[in-house]
């Protein structure tokens, strides 16, 4: 098994790495816990009309960096690529993921120290003196609004929107991430200086390496580029509440989209594994109780699923379907049946055929660079270290029947929010 190094503090900064003897490449993947709904789940604290600064930064930031443009950037992954270009699975790319800033680069393994140095000085850059120009700023603005449009004529993406705006009514997390014209077309690059200034602060980043990386060399380029920052206090960020709503959308589609959310437990609550058993039980695969009852057995969906999210203060399981226009009542109705069912009558063969899953899912997230460079930094937001393997398996192995039940019956006593498009349903639905 690869060696394990662990997290490392460097002025408020976290550093992580692990040596994969094995492993063939190499990730660096730099976290900035932003106000996104992801792992430690910060939520969108910011006013509405500044609500896609982060959007803004993600589509910008990769493509003017260390002063390079996005062609120059282009030419130095092709340039990593063309390294190893008869080694299959090895590749060279940069990505963005705006909610939690998964500053991500990966890079095959030959050439490992003055690539390893090249990635991290593309990271820092990024991090510190990004680009952005308002002449750039206005070609995003023209992409985004082509995302708006097509995610307003995408009702498996847009029932998704509606579902969080009705779970958290009135507050930031709820808020669709590319926003709406209106906030796209005021947002200026001052505008994002200033939500970077705010989000990128030293006790909020995490420096994660792994692959076949020193971690001496991992460590000297973190004090070298990221070690005169100067401490800064986070923004503050406001509790979420889960309300429960509805929010219809009656508009003409081909099919039906409708979801519903229930309250869940908040990311790092010990409650977490039982619950993810629960659901992946319910409705994480095709031998799920959902996808067996509703589409095997009765033929009321084409698409039935169940999945949960964690924030830092609350969390949510939903169920969403897409179905024929005129069976998307019964369909939520024998969903909600489905659910109380399998709360109280759960077996010990499902809860087994559902920890195999989600073991299986860990294990083959960890078979890559990438894979265990974001475990690590995801796990230090969460859990505040770097859980090993063993503790992971632990605490999915670790979870009885009776914890399963009870994670679904805990569902059935809280508050409820649905959204639908393509039809209109109520709460009572």
Request: aromatic letters at 4%; one cysteine or more; hydrophobic letters at 40%.
């Amino acid at each position: 098994m690869p060696q394990e190094h662990g997290r490392r503090e460097n002025r408020g900064k976290r550093i992580c790495d692990s040596f994969a003897r094995y492993i063939g490449g190499r990730s660096v993947n730099r976290l900035i816990e932003t106000d996104g709904a992801l792992p430690k789940a910060r939520r969108r604290q910011h006013p509405e009309r500044s609500g896609q600064h982060g959007c803004f930064v993600g589509q910008n930031v990769p493509k003017h960096v260390f002063g390079y443009d996005n062609v120059e950037l282009a030419r130095i992954a092709d340039e990593l690529h063309r390294r190893v270009k008869n080694h299959a699975r090895r590749d060279a790319n940069h990505a963005a993921m705006v909610e939690r800033a998964n500053l991500l680069l990966t890079r095959p393994a030959e050439h490992r120290h003055a690539d390893l140095a090249l990635l991290a000085e593309l990271i820092a850059d990024l991090v510190r003196a990004p680009h952005l120009e308002d002449d750039h700023l206005a070609l995003e603005k023209q992409v985004i609004m082509s995302e708006l449009g097509e995610a307003t004529d995408a009702p498996d993406d847009l029932v998704h929107d509606h579902l969080f705006q009705a779970a958290f009514d009135g507050q930031a997390i709820g808020r669709p991430v590319l926003g709406s014209e209106a906030t796209v077309g005021a947002a200026t690059a001052a505008d994002c200086h200033h939500w970077l200034e705010q989000q990128f602060v030293p006790s909020r980043l995490v420096l994660a390496g792994s692959g076949k990386i020193d971690p001496a060399d991992l460590l000297a380029l973190a004090e070298r580029l990221f070690g005169d920052m100067a401490p800064r206090d986070p923004p503050r960020i406001a509790p979420a509440r889960f309300t429960g709503g509805a929010r219809n959308d009656a508009r003409s589609f081909e099919q039906a989209h409708w979801c519903l959310a229930f309250e869940s437990v908040r990311a790092g609550d010990p409650r977490q594994p039982a619950h993810g058993l629960f659901v992946q039980a319910l409705g994480g695969g095709t031998s799920s109780r959902l996808f067996q009852e509703l589409r095997e057995e009765r033929g009321l969906a084409y698409s039935i699923y169940a999945w949960s999210q964690a924030f830092a203060d609350t969390g949510l399981v939903g169920i969403g379907c897409a179905a024929e226009r005129r069976q998307a009542v019964e369909a939520v109705q024998l969903a909600r049946q489905v659910l109380a069912a399998t709360a109280e009558g759960l077996s010990e063969a499902e809860l087994n055929r559902a920890r195999a899953q989600l073991e299986a899912g860990l294990l083959i997230g960890l078979e890559t660079a990438q894979g265990r460079a974001d475990q690590m930094a995801r796990s230090i937001e969460v859990f505040g270290r770097v859980l090993t393997l063993d503790e992971l398996l632990a605490q999915i192995r670790g979870v009885t029947l009776d914890q399963a039940r009870d994670a679904g019956r805990a569902l059935l006593d809280c508050p409820l929010a649905v959204a639908s498009v393509g039809t209109t349903l109520a709460l009572a639905a």
